[in-house]
């Protein structure tokens, strides 16, 4: 049995060791020692994902723009790709200006079923999920990364890849009946949710 509950503004050195000590408690209990490169990956990418989603609100109060209007969205994310490399630290000091914070819960039950939560305290836009959905969908019909990338990029999001690695790595390492959803919950919070029985883990040979 494993509960870890966390709260963070940012990624950083603390926030990546801190997802190392769980993920390696996780597969040392569970019995899963050699998935924890990628198991760490996934929770990373949720984790970012959550971030990033953060950093766009940021960016809507900046620009007062309606999220939920496609063409508003689109300029929105095209300030987002050209401010995130250079304006990392300075979009993470505006979100927790705005409290904008990303909370990460992990439990490991006895049966070795992993249920990882990542929520931000803001709600994700009609139009945020209906991209999200549609990537979640359309990544089911690849076995292969490289496959869905030449196939989806999306230069709007960026490569767009985020939702799809979880996803695909997942089914390329034996794992085929977990639950991968974001929703927005009852407290108007956006949350990244992922459910896998672990013991069905059987080694495969595919590359992602």
């Known amino acids: ?43 990373t990418e949720i984790v970012q994902n959550a971030a990033k989603a953060n950093f766009k609100e940021v960016l809507r109060h900046e620009i007062a723009a309606d999220m939920n209007h496609s063409q508003e969205y689109e300029t929105l994310m095209k300030n987002f790709k050209d401010r995130l490399p250079t304006a990392h630290y300075e979009l993470a000091e505006k979100a927790k200006k705005l409290n904008l914070y990303i909370m990460l819960e992990a439990t490991l039950s006895k049966s070795a079923i992993l249920h990882l939560c990542v929520v931000n305290n803001r709600p994700a836009s009609i139009e945020e999920m209906r991209r999200l959905d549609n990537k979640i969908v359309e990544s089911k019909k690849y076995v292969k990364l490289a496959d869905y990338y030449l196939k989806h990029y999306d230069d709007t999001e960026g490569a767009g890849l985020g939702t799809a690695l979880i996803d695909i790595s997942l089914r390329a390492i034996g794992y085929k009946n977990f639950l991968y959803r974001v929703f927005n919950d009852s407290s108007s919070r956006t949350v990244a949710e992922l459910i896998i029985d672990l013991k069905e883990y059987v080694p495969v040979n595919n590359c992602i």
Do not use: N
């Open 1 to 43: 049995m494993l509960a870890e509950e966390f709260t963070f503004y940012d990624l950083d050195d603390h926030v990546y060791a801190k997802i190392e000590s769980i993920v390696e408690q996780i597969c040392s209990r569970a019995g899963v020692s050699d998935i924890g490169v990628i198991l760490f990956e996934i929770i």
